[in-house]
Nanobody, 113 residues
């Protein structure tokens, strides 16, 4: 069973940056990968996804501020988050797209001054 381990979250001031990382226990070759987030009291939503040929799509509210990338050899996916806003605060998760694997523990992002 594929295991997902997210890291890199933390507390950051508005306007700051964080880089999230995700390691996948299995191969990600040929698999579209994605980052999702879930804020308290809200449903989990898709933030960004990246195909095997590195085409990307983003949630409208993060376009131009977040960048998803992947390393197929390492089985890793990253999310660079810049110009963070308070509404970016959530638990962030990676998974394939559409999400079929069991969710990891996520990594929390808090944006506050």
């Amino acid at each position: 069973q594929v295991q997902l381990v997210e890291s890199g979250g933390g507390l950051v001031q508005p306007g700051g940056s964080l880089r999230l990382s995700c390691t996948v226990s299995g191969t990600i070759f040929g698999i579209t990968m994605a980052w999702y987030r879930q804020a308290p009291g809200k449903q989990r939503e898709l933030v960004a996804r990246i195909t095997t040929d590195r085409s990307t799509n983003y949630l409208d509210s993060v376009k131009g501020r977040f960048t998803i990338s992947r390393d197929n050899v390492k089985g890793a996916v990253s999310l660079q988050m810049d110009s963070l806003k308070p509404d970016s605060a959530a638990d962030y998760y990676c998974n394939d797209y559409p999400a079929t694997w069991s969710w990891g523990q996520g990594t929390p992002v808090t944006v506050s001054s």
